[in-house]
T-cell receptor, first 115, second 114 residues
Framework: GAGVSQSPSNKVTEKGKDVELRCDPI?????LYWYRQSLGQGLEFLIY??????PDKSGLPSDRFSAERTGGSVSTLTIQRTQQEDSAVYLC?????WGAGNTIYFGEGSWLTVV | AQKVTQAQTEISVVEKEDVTLDCVYE???????LFWYKQPPSGELVFLIR??????QNEISGRYSWNFQKSTSSFNFTITASQVVDSAVYFC???????????FGTGTRLKVLA
């Protein structure tokens, strides 16, 4: 597609349930990033993919968070046993290649509310 | 360590006023890149500009201009003759050579009042 596509755009879930957030990057972009933005806060880096590989997962807040990317394209961020503090906007971004200087382009985000 | 500071949390101006958004960064890299993004109420971050550390030339794009000064580690953004549509949260970001992380500031919320 023309831009980074994320789904769902909004998700309300009950505490303790699992959620999956999907990201479809710009066609041809090899690098994919997940960030989290809590209400009124800046952007918190979660994880990055180069192709299907995630070299650094240290940004994931806890072991309840996991992410995968398949076919060098679509990525899924999974949050298990959701907690209220997981409520945030989850932003996906992609860039043509990895490394400094590559402009990253963001999707519209998935707004997650845990009740 | 890399860090981006946007000290202005929120700025309100009246339409047609000029406004400058400040961005101060820290890095030990000699090669690095600076970015500005706009996040309108719709939520999507929109890329505005990228500048590398070797290019200190100021840039102007319509009503937008950017002032990059390595001596003060600043990359400030000025909107001339602001408009209501400029109302958004603006983020400054830094990326160093060899890193995959883009470090974002906490953003500045700009409100342009009619």
């Amino acid at each position: 597609g023309a831009g980074v596509s994320q789904s769902p755009s909004n998700k309300v879930t009950e505490k303790g349930k699992d959620v999956e957030l999907r990201c479809d990057p710009i066609s041809g972009h090899t690098a994919l990033y997940w960030y989290r933005q809590s209400l009124g806060q800046g952007l918190e880096f979660l994880i990055y993919f180069q192709g299907n590989s995630a070299p650094d997962k240290s940004g994931l807040p806890s072991d309840r968070f996991s992410a995968e990317r398949t076919g060098g394209s679509v990525s899924t961020l999974t949050i298990q046993r959701t907690q209220q503090e997981d409520s945030a906007v989850y932003l996906c971004a992609s860039s043509l290649d990895w490394g400094a200087g590559n402009t990253i382009y963001f999707g519209e985000g998935s707004w997650l509310t845990v009740v | 360590a890399q860090k981006v500071t946007q000290a202005q949390t929120e700025i309100s101006v009246v339409e047609k006023e000029d406004v400058t958004l400040d961005c101060v960064y820290e890095t030990r890299d000699t090669t690095y890149y600076l970015f500005w993004y706009k996040q309108p109420p719709s939520g999507e971050l929109v890329f505005l500009i990228r500048r590398n550390s070797f290019d200190e030339q100021n840039e102007i794009s319509g009503r937008y201009s950017w002032n990059f000064q390595k001596s003060t580690s600043s990359f400030n953004f000025t909107i001339t003759a602001s408009q209501v549509v400029d109302s958004a949260v603006y983020f400054c970001a830094l990326s160093g050579k060899g890193t995959y992380k883009y470090i974002f500031g906490t953003g500045t919320r700009l409100k342009v009042l009619a």
